[in-house]
């Protein structure tokens, strides 16, 4: 996959890009991550990328001559149109707390593509001219506001990335994170499907269970007593009431976009129960 970066703050990308899965990606040839300064774009000798929107108003907006022809230098695009009707296995994103917001669905179908363009705003925003008639979507990465979108095209970089087949080490780890939708497949997901997920449970949309690692006792804190009495059909009952608990709690909202089981509706109710013990 190869993803572009267009940004006023080059050098904010040298940390992100320099560790972790981000750096394994790029060194083994996974990801080309190109960052484009969109200052080198202007023709003014104060490099000016912004200016004051018209109607007035507070703050400035990044203007679209810097962007555009931006995008016409670094070429190879399709057309927006084909962008958007699928014809083409590519993306031009802006960064905006008005667009689609980011989740592990999105993430995954952003991995599928062969390049992705990432357009950070600034200031107030970007000149509406450059989501009407260049990106293909718009992207936030939560319902709140920074100054600018180099932070969110860094958290997509990272969530994507680290969906690319060979990514990461053990792909198996990437189907049993939180908000990630189980992929049944064969015999053996019937009796999936029908008794809850396993003991090393993928999420099923839900939040994840809790983890404990050594030693089993720290400090007079203690693993819970199910994780290691051997006994996987007690483990993976104890993790999906853990995740469905903690989901309960923190995010209920995702309760209600999630396929449960017999099972996981029991699991609730004791949950929900006054006597209810995790």
Known sequence: MKIDILTIFPDFFHGPLDYGIIRRARETGLVEVSIHDLRNFTKDKHRTVDDRPFGGGEGMVL???????????????AS??????????????????????????????LSTLERVVLICGR???????????????????????????????????????RLIPGAV???ASTRQESFTEQVFAGEGARATQERGPSSTCVSGGLLDYPHYTRP????????????VNGNHEDIRRWRRKTALAKTLRNRPDLLERVALTDED???LNEVRSPQAGV
């Open 63 to 77: 203007k679209p001559e810097p962007i555009f022809e931006c995008l016409e230098a670094i070429g190879g695009l």
């Open 80 to 109: 927006r149109t084909d962008r958007i009707g699928g014809n083409a296995k590519q993306s031009v994103i802006v960064l905006s707390p008005q667009g689609r917001r980011l989740d592990q669905a999105l993430a995954a179908e």
């Open 123 to 161: 200031y107030e925003g970007v000149d509406d001219r450059v989501s009407e008639h260049l990106a293909d979507r718009e992207v936030s990465i939560g319902d709140y506001v920074l100054s600018g979108g180099e932070l969110g095209a860094a958290v997509i970089l990272e969530t994507v990335t």
């Open 169 to 171: 080490g053990n792909e």
């Open 216 to 227: 089993a006792d720290f400090r007079g804190m203690a693993v819970p007593e199910v994780l």
């Open 265 to 267: 509706r029991e699991l």
